[in-house]
Structures are given as structure tokens and as C-alpha cells.
């Protein structure tokens, strides 16, 4: 079972996806939260498999609530998936660098919505490679640094290649058939990279390559 926290300012987008939620046999509301503070209340009483966090609220918005969720060391297994009216909201990257798993554009098929949710409870980054490309391109278009490089050095040579594929968009099936070797591997060479890296899930290894340099955004 799936375990899912809603936090949305309006009442009437939260009432929407739980009603689409609550048709599923293996996904369960936990609750439903209006800010940010009453989300972080919420999500250390139910400890959700996913939030799904507004990313414009009042009191405190979804990047400040997903960097304290990271933060707690209480909800390391709590996914938090962004909702946005925008494909590229300006906020996006910002609360991907917070911590988040991925996003989600308030205005996707109800069928995407829902495989979404799936996707994000695996603890695969929830991040469509076009949506990827613009946001990087975007935001990320000149490395940090050596210090957003910090560990990379740890990582194997084939670890490193399975982290710029996956910040390219590739599936775990695409990074093996790539690396010519077994999904299996692949996602393993992946788990190693985040173990390493001391991230919590996929997305932030994107982060990590792209502020690295280790991948450079491609023009749009």
C-alpha cells in the first residue's frame, strides 16, 4: 500500500486528487494538509510514502517545507513530490537542490498522475527527460564548481557513466542497454552512486551531475 499525504493551499485541488487517489486498491490518504507547517505536523505523525507538496503556499511553500523533510532524519523514507502549475516553474530546480523526488505539472492526465505516484514510491526519480533537458538547461547551465563535486571521485568509472545517463533521462532498461549489461546492474551501479553521494533518491543524483559538470545541459 502506498501511503500519500496531500499538501495544497485549495481546498478544491486536494479533493480533486483524493478523490482520483481513493479509486486505487494500493494506494492510501493519509491526510491532508493546507501549509507547509501543518504538512511537516502531519508527516511526522503518519510517516507517508509520498507527499505531495503545492510549491506555492502561504506560511511556508513547498521548498522550505521539502528542505525540513529532507533535513529530518525521522522521514528519510518520505518521497516528496512536487506539484506545480508550470512546467517550468522558476521554484522547480530550487526544490529539487531541497530534496525533492520530482515534480508533477498540476494539469497531467489523471492516468500519468497516478503512475506518477507509483514511480515516486519505487524511489525513482520523477522527472520526464524533456522536462529534464529545460529545466537543467535552464537553471544549471553553468557548473557550481569543485565543490558540487565533492565524492564524485568515489564513484567507479562505470558508476559515473550510470549517473550521467540517468541525468540524461534514461530508464534503469536504457542505462543497461547502453552500458551493454543487465537492468540489474544497472540499478545497482545507481544505488552505489547514491549510497556515495549520501543522496536520498535519483533526482538528486541529477542534481549532482549536472551541478558537477559530470553531464553538460544540451541547448533546448
Not at 5 to 10: A, G, P
Not at 79 to 92: K, P, Q
Amino acid at each position: 500500500m502506498i501511503r500519500v499525504l496531500l499538501v495544497d493551499d485549495q481546498p478544491l485541488i486536494r479533493s480533486g486528487f483524493r478523490a482520483l487517489l481513493d479509486l486505487e486498491d494500493d494506494i492510501e490518504v493519509l491526510a491532508e494538509a493546507a501549509d507547509g507547517h501543518e504538512a511537516l505536523a502531519l508527516a511526522r505523525r503518519h510517516l507517508p510514502d509520498i507527499a505531495l507538496v503545492d510549491i506555492r503556499m502561504p506560511r511556508m511553500d513547498g521548498i522550505e517545507t521539502t528542505r525540513r523533510i529532507a533535513a529530518d532524519p525521522a522521514l528519510a523514507e518520505v518521497h516528496v513530490v512536487i506539484l506545480t502549475n508550470y512546467g517550468l516553474d522558476e521554484y522547480v530546480f530550487h526544490a529539487l537542490r531541497a530534496g525533492a523526488a520530482g515534480f508533477l505539472v498540476k494539469d497531467v492526465l489523471p492516468e500519468d498522475f497516478l503512475h506518477a505516484v507509483r514511480v515516486a514510491a519505487r524511489g525513482d526519480a520523477l522527472l520526464a527527460p524533456s522536462i529534464t533537458r529545460r529545466l537543467i538547461a535552464t537553471y544549471v547551465s553553468q557548473p557550481l564548481g569543485p565543490a558540487a563535486a565533492v565524492g564524485l571521485d568515489e564513484l567507479t568509472a562505470r558508476e559515473r557513466e550510470a549517473v550521467a545517463l540517468l541525468a540524461r533521462g534514461l530508464s534503469n532498461d536504457q542505462i543497461a542497454e547502453r552500458m551493454v549489461i543487465s537492468p540489474m546492474t544497472a540499478k545497482t551501479h545507481v544505488n552505489r552512486a547514491m549510497a556515495k553521494l549520501h543522496t536520498r533518491d535519483r533526482a538528486q543524483l541529477v542534481v549532482i551531475a549536472y551541478e558537477s559538470g559530470l553531464v553538460v545541459p544540451r541547448t533546448p
